[in-house]
C-alpha cells in the first residue's frame, strides 16, 4: 500500500511555468516506477511523464515532451513534474502514480499502474 499527495497547482498564464510534486509514505519508494497523468473534463486520463526506480529513464507524452520534466528524489519520497512553456491545453487535474513492473508493459495504460494520488488542478490562463 503507497499514499501519494501531490501538491503544486494552480493557475498560471501561457507561456509561464510551474512545478508539481509528489510526496510517497513508505519506505519502499525506490521500488516503483512513478508517474505524471493528466485528465480534463470529458477527456480520458493521459500519460504525461514517468521515470523509472532508479530515476535513470525517463518517458513523456508526446504532447509534453521537450516541455516537461520529471524528477525523483529518493530519499525525499518524492517525485517532481517541471511543466514549463505552459499552455492552456495543458489545462487538467494532474494525478501522480505508482507502479510495479506491470508499467513496463504498457507504461501509458494508466490500468498498470498501481497507485494514485488524489489529484492537483493546473490551470494554464490564455
Known amino acids: 500500500q503507497v499514499q501519494l499527495v501531490e501538491s503544486g497547482g494552480g493557475l498560471v498564464q501561457a507561456g509561464g511555468s510551474l512545478r508539481l510534486s509528489c510526496e510517497a509514505s513508505?519506505?519502499?519508494?525506490?521500488?516503483?516506477?512513478m508517474g505524471w497523468f493528466r485528465q480534463a473534463p470529458g477527456k480520458e486520463r493521459e500519460f504525461v511523464a514517468g521515470i523509472s526506480r532508479s530515476g535513470g529513464s525517463t518517458y513523456y507524452g508526446d504532447s509534453v515532451k521537450t516541455r516537461f520534466t520529471i524528477s525523483r528524489d529518493n530519499a525525499k519520497n518524492t517525485v517532481y513534474l517541471q511543466m514549463n512553456s505552459l499552455k492552456p491545453e495543458d489545462t487538467a487535474v494532474y494525478y501522480c502514480?505508482?507502479?510495479?513492473?506491470?508499467?513496463?508493459?504498457?507504461?501509458?495504460?494508466?490500468?498498470?499502474?498501481?497507485?494514485w494520488g488524489q489529484g492537483t488542478q493546473v490551470t494554464v490562463s490564455s
Open positions: 513508505g519506505r519502499t519508494f525506490s521500488s516503483y516506477a
Open positions: 502514480a505508482a507502479g510495479g513492473l506491470n508499467t513496463y508493459y504498457s507504461h501509458t495504460n494508466p490500468g498498470l499502474w498501481n497507485y
